[in-house]
């Protein structure tokens, strides 16, 4: 790796490091599977690999956010090792949050990279995990609070939509700082503070660049505010301003 890399990805060195042994693997004609990854390191990966091998993606279901990556030589069709793991509850005597969820496996020793994506909603809880832990999860994850629990692998198509809350505005221009004030509420030079104190990430990757113009549909992460999806609704204004749909994350 070059001191470039090392400064282009100042604060990921070490998960740079990690991936340049992945890209080894694979040129001494081995597929790689990494852990799961956080939508950051996946846009990492993806920009530091650049064309040198092919990389997928998967979650376990459309729209995960955390995924495992396959490094190859050559596109490949395979299926991911990662298992859905399902249990019920009843909602009338128990309350159970993504939190909960969470904290039980994580006191189990569980890195936070073995298991991806957690789902709770509507009585039923579903964990994505590496197919490396499934017996060790169902054997071990029997209580959440005061829950008896049993987890079984699901095979049903999953579609998780994510709940959205929005608002509808007009904006002069998709600038960050003109997003990220029209967001919270704030001028624009409080606004061009919170992004220069390191406190706004576009799509994962945090941003201290107030002029970055933004694209449609992409997702605004404010510390203090939330999670925002910015999209262009593809209308003017009569003073010819952009008419956007905001959708923060519940």
Same mark, same amino acid.
Do not use: W
């Given at each position: 790796?070059?001191?470039?890399?090392? @400064?282009?990805?100042?604060?990921?060195? %070490?998960?740079?490091?990690? +991936?340049?042994?992945?890209?080894?693997?694979?040129?001494? #004609?081995?597929?790689?599977?990494?852990?799961?990854?956080?939508?950051?390191?996946?846009?990492?990966?993806?920009?530091?690999?650049? =064309?040198? $091998?092919?990389?997928?993606?998967?979650?376990? #279901?459309?729209?995960?956010?955390?995924?495992?990556?396959?490094?190859?030589?050559?596109?490949?069709?395979?299926?991911?090792?990662? $298992?859905?793991?399902?249990?019920?509850?009843?909602?009338?005597?128990?309350?159970?949050?993504?939190? %909960?969820?969470?904290?039980? *496996?994580?006191?189990?020793?569980?890195?936070?990279?073995?298991?991806? %994506?957690?789902?709770?909603?509507?009585?039923?809880?579903? +964990?994505?995990?590496?197919?490396?832990?499934?017996? #060790?999860?169902?054997?071990?994850?029997?209580?959440?609070?005061?829950?008896?629990?049993?987890?079984?692998?699901?095979?049903?198509?999953? @579609?998780?939509?994510?709940?959205?809350?929005?608002?509808?505005?007009?904006?002069?221009?998709?600038?960050?700082?003109?997003?990220?004030?029209? +967001?919270?509420?704030?001028?624009?030079?409080?606004?061009?503070?919170?992004?220069?104190?390191?406190?706004? =990430?576009?799509?994962?990757?945090?941003?201290?660049?107030?002029?970055?113009?933004?694209?449609?549909?992409?997702?605004?992460? +404010?510390?203090?505010?939330?999670?925002?999806?910015?999209?262009?609704?593809?209308?003017?204004?009569?003073?010819?301003?952009?008419?956007?749909? *905001?959708?923060?994350?519940?």
């Amino acid at each position: 790796m070059s001191n470039k890399a090392f @400064v282009h990805f100042k604060g990921n060195e %070490d998960f740079i490091s990690r +991936i340049d042994d992945y890209v080894d693997q694979v040129e001494d #004609y081995r597929k790689v599977f990494t852990p799961f990854l956080t939508p950051l390191e996946q846009s990492i990966l993806t920009s530091y690999v650049g =064309k040198k $091998v092919v990389v997928a993606f998967d979650g376990g #279901y459309e729209n995960s956010e955390n995924k495992r990556c396959l490094l190859s030589q050559e596109p490949m069709v395979i299926p991911f090792p990662i $298992v859905c793991l399902k249990a019920d509850y009843q909602i009338k005597f128990h309350t159970i949050d993504h939190r %909960d969820v969470l904290g039980s *496996i994580m006191n189990l020793g569980i890195n936070r990279n073995q298991f991806g %994506d957690i789902v709770v909603e509507k009585g039923h809880i579903y +964990i994505f995990v590496a197919k490396e832990i499934e017996a #060790y999860i169902r054997l071990e994850l029997r209580r959440i609070k005061q829950c008896s629990l049993t987890f079984e692998p699901c095979y049903e198509e999953i @579609v998780f939509e994510p709940e959205l809350e929005y608002e509808y505005k007009n904006v002069s221009s998709f600038r960050l700082d003109v997003l990220v004030a029209t +967001i919270t509420h704030l001028s624009r030079e409080k606004a061009k503070k919170l992004i220069q104190d390191g406190k706004i =990430k576009v799509n994962h990757l945090p941003l201290e660049d107030c002029a970055y113009i933004c694209h449609n549909d992409c997702i605004l992460s +404010i510390r203090g505010y939330g999670r925002f999806q910015v999209h262009d609704l593809g209308k003017r204004t009569r003073s010819n301003r952009l008419c956007i749909e *905001i959708g923060k994350y519940k």
